[in-house]
T-cell receptor, first 111, second 113 residues
Framework: DAKTTQPTSMDCAEGRAANLPCNHSTISGNEYVYWYRQIHSQGPQYIIHGLKNNETNEMASLIITEDRKSSTLILPHATLRDTAVYYCIVELTNTGNQFYFGTGTSLTVIP | DVKVTQSSRYLVKRTGEKVFLECVQDMDHENMFWYRQDPGLGLRLIYFSYDVKMKEKGDIPEGYSVSREKKERFSLILESASTNQTSMYLC????????????FGSGTQLSVL
């Protein structure tokens, strides 16, 4: 199974860019990289996903390395409301969509 | 607005009781999932279903079963609740196929005494 590795925790100053890394060295060619975040006491929320190319939406940017073995989620101007646990997951496509979450990165945005 | 609804936000049960956790989605999604979340362990997949009456085991199916009689509803069953099943339970759904995102419910905090 493709799994991901993320740092346990990170801090970021308010207004600065938050760069959250993820390693997925066993990813296969048809698997997407997804990012979700979970604010305390809520269900996880989708942020962004990508296959090969870099992606950007209103919430964040996703940079995937050329060999696809790692990626970085970028929150361009972090706010206090971005304090959350961020999950990087890889979609397995053998049976439906199986989303396997790890323990994620706990991001704290500091005023 | 898309919605995944879990029947209870908080639930307290006694050891040995049969417990039903209900999840309903209104998006006509094929896939539905049950996760549990414990401090330090992240989200762990219990069971998932990609069609009515279909089910597949996730990482930690022991002590649980599921039922999917209708497309919109996915139930998690604890046949005989134990204290180690005290946890936050999260339901999610998605369309079938590649690159489909998950929509989560708000979760059920289950305490087994």
């Amino acid at each position: 199974d493709a799994k991901t590795t993320q740092p346990t925790s990170m801090d970021c100053a308010e207004g600065r860019a938050a760069n959250l890394p993820c390693n997925h060295s066993t990813i296969s060619g048809n698997e997407y990289v997804y990012w979700y975040r979970q604010i305390h006491s809520q269900g996880p929320q989708y942020i962004i996903h990508g296959l090969k190319n870099n992606e950007t939406n209103e919430m964040a940017s996703l940079i995937i390395t050329e060999d696809r073995k790692s990626s970085t989620l970028i929150l361009p101007h972090a706010t206090l409301r971005d304090t959350a646990v961020y999950y990087c997951i890889v979609e397995l496509t053998n049976t439906g969509n199986q989303f396997y979450f790890g323990t994620g990165t706990s991001l704290t945005v500091i005023p | 607005d898309v919605k995944v609804t879990q029947s209870s936000r908080y639930l307290v049960k006694r050891t040995g009781e049969k417990v039903f956790l209900e999840c309903v989605q209104d998006m006509d999604h094929e896939n539905m999932f049950w996760y549990r979340q414990d401090p330090g362990l992240g989200l762990r997949l219990i069971y998932f279903s990609y069609d009515v009456k279909m089910k597949e085991k996730g990482d930690i199916p022991e002590g649980y079963s599921v039922s999917r009689e209708k497309k919109e509803r996915f139930s998690l069953i604890l046949e005989s609740a134990s204290t180690n099943q005290t946890s936050m339970y999260l339901c999610a759904s998605s369309f079938f196929g590649g690159a489909e995102k998950l929509f989560f419910g708000s979760g059920t905090q289950l305490s087994v005494l």
